[in-house]
């Protein structure tokens, strides 16, 4: 079975400093994908950040990438230069990639971000 | 327009009413998808579905059932709702190519007395 474990609950960052959010998983699919999403208080979901299983480079996308540690089966997100505006929830998700098993999409408990000015 | 829309985004019933969440979608995708979100549980997967002839159940399908009626709709129902039923509900479709993203909708707040 799938499992997504996020052991930060909450994170407390000073503005403008770099921080990582951990993200554990387990499958047993031989390619997978991972995601990142943030949720604001406003409740909309917005995507992040995606990572291939079998992808030779760590995702990047402006501020955040992706710490890809395959053989330790973590998934970080690092969000480098903090903002006040990245204040959220943020989620970790995976998926398979075959066609059946690509559409179970499992989400984290999440870790709530709060960025001090 | 959103691409997808949720219907009611609030609702208030009681305990032993049926209830019914719409979502609709205008991104031409084939999947969609119904979560629960609660606080310190995350998003689970209620239901998913590859196209209007297939339905899986996920994590936490008791409670629940849903109907796609067409590929740009997926309703859920809660035939006889309970109070820990209250929850953030969110709707999502993909594309399975490529990365495979969600898209969300805005979500439905459902409270149950």
């Known amino acids: 079975a799938q499992k997504i474990t996020q052991t930060q609950p909450g994170m407390f960052v000073q503005e403008k400093e770099a921080v990582t959010l951990d993200c554990t998983y387990d499958t047993s699919d031989p390619s997978y994908g991972l995601f990142w999403y943030k949720q604001p208080s406003s409740g909309e979901m917005i995507f992040l950040i995606y990572q291939g299983s079998y992808d030779q480079q760590n995702a990047t996308e402006g501020r955040y990438s992706l710490n890809f540690q395959k053989a330790r089966k973590s998934a970080n997100l690092v969000i480098s230069a903090s903002q006040l505006g990245d204040s959220a929830m943020y989620f970790c998700?995976?998926?398979?990639?075959?066609?059946?098993?690509?559409?179970?999409?499992?989400f984290g408990s999440g870790t709530r971000l709060s960025i001090r000015p | 327009d959103a691409d997808v829309t949720q219907t009611p985004r609030n609702r208030i019933t009681k305990t032993g009413k049926r209830i019914m969440l719409e979502c609709s979608q205008t991104k031409g995708h084939d999947r969609m998808y119904w979560y629960r979100q609660d606080p310190g549980l995350g998003l689970r997967l209620i239901y998913y579905?590859?196209?209007?002839?297939?339905?899986n159940k996920g994590e936490i399908s008791d409670g629940y059932s849903v109907s796609r009626q067409a590929q740009a709709k997926f309703s859920l129902s809660l035939e006889s709702a309970i109070p820990n039923q209250t929850a953030l509900y969110f709707c999502?479709?993909?594309?399975?190519?490529?990365?495979?993203?969600?898209?969300f909708g805005e979500g439905s707040r459902l409270t149950v007395l």
């Open positions: 999502a479709t993909s594309d399975w190519r490529g990365t495979g993203e969600l898209f």
């Open positions: 998700a995976m998926r398979g990639v075959t066609y059946s098993s690509a559409s179970k999409i499992i």
């Open positions: 579905s590859f196209d209007v002839k297939d339905i």
